[in-house]
């Protein structure tokens, strides 16, 4: 139990997916504007991650390996990643109304999120079992999450600052990003 | 369509520059630009595959149905990356190792599914390739360039050579994650101030 904390930790903290890793910044740019939009992507990041590293790995034991075709992995995982998306789409549309009017508009971005991707082929390069991969997707989505939400909470205030005209917008942001990594950073070595 | 082909090719060298005029595919760009070596694999990675899946998809835009495009792109994409991923693995297989995941990453980059959706599905194979070659030109710049900055702060060397000599002390700041993306930031800056002109 000890190591799936410790996993779990070095997971959202010490090498967090956005920060120290450099894996699904395009979504957050591009969602992290609002602290609506960052908590709405957070979730469905989530949500599909934990989903799509339990699948992947499936996959990868039971269909790749078995039969040698580990050299397909990466056109399977991502027909598995955009087909989940549309399936869950799908599903919570019909059952849970509330929470497809909350993740609405982010499901499909997913497809193109590398952290999907990325933390699926961790995974599988680090050789977890089932269940530390389960526990890895789930903290690494976490800290995506974190991530997204605290910067988030950053750009709401740089929106009420004045910035050096050619500083605006995507270039602060990269900027903050670094700031933010940087404290991100003195969770090295903690584990 | 009247545009000619050097000017498709030209205009991925600086106004549709990607990753700083089109801002996609930011996460090769930080991760893999800790040194000129890297950026330029990964760059040449991409201009293969953005110019076979190009060809590819510009050949067969009249025969793919347009509901399902995305899925067909996706694929078409994929099946190049593997073809560059073997092939890094059997020549160079010390650069496979150090860019490690974002070689069958570059499924995800956005600026391919970007080029096919854009460009190749609406253009003809000639002024397909150029796109590609351009766009995929302007990003090994991009890659080179700010791995060239943050590999000369931040270890001191360029391509491997000692530049400052070796009393330089590293900025390790520049070749670490909160470096990647201060850099990129203050290049994205300098960009505007160029282009505003």
């Known amino acids: 139990m000890g190591d799936y904390i410790l996993l779990a930790i070095s997971c959202v903290l010490v090498n967090n997916i956005l920060l120290a890793q450099y894996l699904g910044c395009c979504p957050f740019m591009g969602t992290s504007k609002k602290m609506e939009t960052a908590i709405g992507m957070g979730m469905a990041v989530i949500f599909v991650l934990v989903m799509a590293g339990a699948i992947t790995w499936l996959i990868e034991a039971y269909v790749l390996k078995p039969f040698n075709l580990e050299y397909l992995r990466t056109i399977a995982f991502i027909l598995v990643i955009a087909s989940l998306v549309q399936f869950v789409e799908m599903f919570l549309r019909k059952s849970i109304p509330a929470l497809y009017k909350g993740l609405g508009i982010f499901l499909p971005l997913i497809t193109t999120n590398c952290a999907v991707m990325g933390v699926c082929l961790i995974n599988i390069n680090e050789e977890y079992t089932f269940v530390q991969s389960l526990v890895t997707s789930f903290s690494y989505a976490t800290g995506f999450g974190l991530a997204l939400v605290l910067f988030a909470g950053v750009r709401e205030r740089i929106l009420l600052a004045r910035v050096p005209k050619p500083l605006e917008d995507t270039a602060i942001g990269l900027v903050t990003a670094g700031m933010l990594s940087l404290a991100f950073f003195a969770f090295k070595g903690m584990v | ?197």
């Open chain 2, 1 to 197: 369509m009247a545009k000619s082909i050097t000017q498709e090719f030209v205009k991925g060298l600086w106004d549709e520059i990607p990753p700083f005029r089109l801002v996609l595919g930011l996460c090769p760009v930080l991760a893999v630009t800790k040194s000129v070596e890297n950026g330029l694999g990964m760059g040449v990675a991409v201009v293969f595959v953005l110019v076979c899946s190009n060809i590819l998809v510009s050949l067969l835009r009249n025969i793919i149905p347009s509901k399902v495009r995305i899925a067909c792109f996706i694929v078409i994409i994929a099946t190049f990356v593997i073809v560059v991923e073997l092939l890094m693995q059997a020549y160079t297989y010390a650069l496979f190792l150090k860019l490690g995941i974002f070689i069958p990453l570059i499924v995800v980059n956005c600026v391919l599914l970007g080029r096919a959706e854009a460009f190749a599905y609406k253009n003809g194979v000639v002024a397909s390739i150029a796109d590609g070659f351009g766009i995929g030109v302007g990003f090994t710049l991009s890659l080179a360039s700010i791995g060239a900055l943050r590999e000369v702060f931040g270890s001191g060397t360029f391509l491997g050579m000692s530049v400052f000599g070796p009393s330089y002390q590293p900025f390790t700041f520049m070749v670490e994650a909160p470096g990647a993306f201060v850099c990129l930031g203050l290049m994205l800056c300098m960009m505007n101030l160029a282009g505003n002109k």
